[in-house]
């Protein structure tokens, strides 16, 4: 239902991009975000967009990542800019419709190195 991709190794100072694409039921999720979990952490919300286009970001992102959205193609893009060592992480889409059901992606890893 929601697939992730655009993960990779990068040097810090650089950038990826990550994209989600979403089909059949959540065409229409009331919420659609970046979570992420780093080794032996708790997975944390990174990003996410309401469907009134209001976008909330993690506090040590804000400034580097922006979070976006196409319509038409039912998509989201996480853009990461300036990435430092600790965003190293497993990156999760996720969406949430309107009955509260919560969907997962299968996770792309960012592995940012010093």
């Known amino acids: 239902q929601l697939q992730a991709s655009g993960g990779g190794l990068v040097q810090a100072g650089g950038s990826l991009r990550l994209s989600c694409g979403a089909s059949?039921?959540?065409?229409?999720?009331?919420?659609r975000g970046w979570y992420r979990q780093a080794p032996g952490k708790e997975r944390e919300l990174v990003a996410i967009?309401?469907?009134?286009?209001?976008?909330n970001y993690e506090n040590s992102v804000k400034g580097r990542f922006t979070i976006s959205r196409d319509i038409a193609k039912n998509t989201i893009d996480l853009q990461m800019n300036n990435l430092k060592p600790e965003d190293t992480a497993v990156y999760f889409c996720?969406?949430?419709?309107?009955?509260?059901?919560?969907?997962w992606g299968q996770g792309t890893l960012v592995t940012v190195s010093s």
């Open positions: 967009i309401l469907n009134n286009g209001i976008r």
């Open positions: 059949g039921k959540i065409f229409g999720a009331n919420a």
């Open positions: 996720y969406a949430k419709t309107s009955a509260g059901t919560v969907y």
